[in-house]
């Protein structure tokens, strides 16, 4: 069993800034990728960024140049530090981790953080 708990949502005006964690634990021998995906009301769920267990990182277009994945792989931490934040930014965002433990490759989702930009 892999856990990911979530923190740092919250409400925030329209060109401020937050900072999303994301901490996994449990059966963990070593994680590939951690990531944050985005789901807004009535939408699909969207990769926001992605970092490999060797600093790789991917962005999806809308946060390019706006938003910061990092990783703490001591500590098993994925953060995103979110900048000059849009009202379009609204969402539940999801943590995302693909966990080796022991033989078995896992897919595991944390519960999910609002962020809501409004004035």
């Known amino acids: 069993q892999v856990q990911l708990v979530e923190s740092g949502g919250g409400l925030v005006q329209p060109g401020g800034s937050l900072r999303l964690s994301c901490a996994a634990s449990?059966?963990?021998?070593?994680?590939?990728?951690m990531g944050w995906y985005r789901q807004a009301p009535g939408k699909q769920r969207e990769l926001v960024s992605a970092i490999s267990n060797d600093g790789s990182t991917n962005y999806a277009d809308s946060v390019k140049g706006r938003f910061t994945i990092s990783r703490d792989n001591a500590k098993n931490t994925v953060y995103l530090q979110m900048n000059s934040l849009k009202p379009e930014d609204t969402a539940v965002y999801y943590c995302?981790?693909?966990?080796?433990?022991?033989?078995?490759?896992?897919?595991?989702w944390g519960q999910g953080t609002q962020v809501t930009v409004s004035s």
């Open positions: 995302n981790a693909v966990v080796r433990n022991g033989i078995s490759v896992t897919t595991n």
């Open positions: 449990g059966s963990i021998r070593s994680i590939y990728v």
